[in-house]
DNA sequence: GTGGTCTAGACCACT
DNA sequence: GTGGTCTAGACCACG
């Protein structure tokens, strides 16, 4: 986790566990940390892993059974393939655009400099 | 502005002024609106705008005269130009590039739907 | 059993049992399954399933022979009809109105909508 | 507040805001009492109250203006009668048809036993 | 002043 | 053991 940045950590968690349910780190079926194992691996207060958890689950890509724990729920995969497909098409992508055009950058320029980035990595 | 948002006000006002000298709107030398009409204009505490004007005083934007007012300082545009440029191409992008990864997004499945987007602006 | 739910299992097995003698289903004096028998079936652990017989024996509708097992206790039925109607009448009812009125929702307006629900079963 | 019962704080004051709103107790474009002011109003926690303000606001009852407050949405009204609607008809109403059936009440003998208690109250 | 997040620690119901 | 809620108190960004 990083503590310094703006994104607030309950959120870090979150991306953490979606992104895990994308690269199949975590399948479905799967019993994931439980809040205090979770807190205890993460260095941070139960209380923030919870929220995580709770809004996961609220979207459907966890489900609890009572006393036992949160498991990765059925179509979590395709859930959170689809979420995070909206938030990128409908929030990120215009806010690009819109700067692509005041910066006077093309797509032909973007796409130039993005194999030197992506070789590096 | 936009008080719904997430985005900080001061940011939106920054982000404003930033635009109208990339757009022209606001060139080199003139004076721009004090911190008090700004503050009526935009229905925002006065707080508020000081504190996107300080910042863009710190960037080189605006000069101050003090009790005249702000400026658009000389080489606004360029500046404001590669303020936007930098952290575009060393912030976002990286960003953006991991993120179409990750959801499978290819660049000519952007291109695609920006046509639908930005013939609507 | 629904595992996905806020109703504690105990409570739905305690339900369970109960429905099942107004139902005629389970009858006065026959024995019930055992603890662990009905664990297994419901495949929950012993602790939840011995928690609702304790409460339905403390309420007189199971009877106890140590060693031998629970059983439907006499006037099981009429315990359980009036232990249930009884709450319903006291507790759940003065809500449903009381939130009636404030939705606006009329009598007749229900006796409209069930019939498209109970048709269902 | 009542804190002697299952039902969480946070979800009384969410159900309180409803209520009061469906009253006219609140009016669209007002603004509600500070997390602050009603945390201590309701001698309860500030926390909980915020918590109780978030859900509000994700259903689109309540709207935030930042560094101001929280004000009730327009068509909060609206919103609030759908919600609780939906609630209604969706989760309350076969639960409780359901119990009618297996106690055996009928309507009729519901609604003669109504008009003596809500003549009361 | 406003809300937002986090921690530490507690208590509770449930399995 | 599990999660769920709550408190007290702190720190922060924002207006």
Redesign the pocket.
């Known amino acids: 986790?990083d503590?310094n940045t703006?994104?607030?950590?309950?959120?870090?968690i979150y991306d953490l566990v979606l992104e895990q349910i994308l690269n199949n780190q975590l399948t479905e079926g799967t019993r994931?940390?439980?809040?205090?194992?979770?807190?205890a691996n993460?260095?941070?207060?139960?209380?923030?892993?919870?929220?995580?958890?709770?809004e996961l689950?609220a979207k459907g890509i966890l489900t609890?059974?009572?006393?036992?724990?949160?498991f990765i729920g059925a179509k979590a995969k395709a859930t959170a393939l689809a979420i995070r497909r909206d938030e990128f098409m409908r929030i990120q992508l215009p806010l690009i655009v819109r700067q692509m055009k005041t910066l006077g950058i093309t797509w032909e320029e973007l796409q130039n400099v993005i194999p030197v980035q992506t070789g590096i990595h």
Chains 1, 2, 3, 4 share one sequence.
């Open positions: 986790m503590f703006q994104k607030p950590i309950f959120l870090q994931i940390a439980s809040v205090r194992e979770m807190a993460m260095q941070v207060n139960p209380n923030t892993v919870q929220r995580a958890y709770t689950q609890q059974q009572r006393g036992i724990g949160y």
